[in-house]
T-cell receptor, first 111, second 112 residues
Framework: RKEVEQDPGPFNVPEGATVAFNCTYS??????FFWYRQDCRKEPKLLMS???SGNEDGRFTAQLNRASQYISLLIRDSKLSDSATYLC????????????FGPGTSLSVIP | DTAVSQTPKYLVTQMGNDKSIKCEQN?????MYWYKQDSKKFLKIMFS???????INETVPNRFSPKSPDKAHLNLHINSLELGDSAVYFC???????????FGPGTRLTVT
């Protein structure tokens, strides 16, 4: 089993739609969780951290379920500019320095 | 102001050649990384340095040799390039203990 798994998509959604991405991780000792965004032919950039109690940043909501080793990202009212690949990222075990990137989920928001 | 910069942005070379990619960060971070993103877009860590000391060395052929002259720079030298080395190489940096990483724009390496 891969350390971090995501549905690769692509997800093609109309503007204004709500879309949810899922991610599972295999290391139960993982400590920190993040969503990064990567635009086509660009570098990854941090979108948001994922906290145990769940957290929201504008139209984006991230949730963590430690028991199921599952992370989600919900995007409400999708914009054309949300089109990108969303990478689930997990800090491996107790290492402060190694993070594991998932393979990414591709999102295309269509006019 | 560029936070993490890499040179060159594009690199096309023939099999068997030796090439280097340079990375510099002006964020004052103490930890730097090299990642490889292959054609399937999977981003994999290769190396990590903290204050010029190697702390992560994943299963990477020894043709790849990182060098950190100071904590603001982490260069990657690749010997005897192979077709399978074609990928985008990203440099990143962070403060140790804070997992958020800042990435450079990437170097697209094509080996022919």
């Amino acid at each position: 089993r891969k350390e971090v798994e995501q549905d690769p998509g692509p997800f093609n959604v109309p503007e204004g739609a709500t879309v949810a991405f899922n991610c599972t991780y295999s290391n139960s000792a993982s400590q920190s969780f993040f969503w990064y965004r990567q635009d086509c032919r660009k570098e990854p950039k941090l979108l948001m951290s994922v906290y145990s109690s769940g957290n929201e940043d504008g139209r984006f909501t991230a949730q963590l379920n430690r028991a199921s080793q599952y992370i989600s990202l919900l995007i409400r009212d999708s914009k054309l500019s949300d089109s990108a690949t969303y990478l689930c990222v997990v800090r491996a075990g107790t290492s402060y320095d190694k993070v594991i990137f998932g393979p990414g989920t591709s999102l295309s928001v269509i006019p | 102001d560029t936070a993490v910069s890499q040179t060159p942005k594009y690199l096309v070379t023939q099999m068997g050649n030796d090439k280097s990619i340079k990375c510099e960060q002006n964020l004052g971070h103490d930890t730097m990384y090299w990642y490889k993103q292959d054609s399937k877009k999977f981003l994999k860590i290769m190396f990590s340095y903290n204050n010029k000391e190697l702390i992560i060395n994943e299963t990477v052929p020894n043709r790849f040799s990182p060098k950190s002259p100071d904590k603001a720079h982490l260069n990657l030298h690749i010997n005897s390039l192979e077709l399978g080395d074609s990928a985008v190489y990203f440099c990143a940096s962070s403060h140790r203990g804070t997992p958020e990483q800042y990435f450079g724009p990437g170097t697209r390496l094509t080996v022919t």
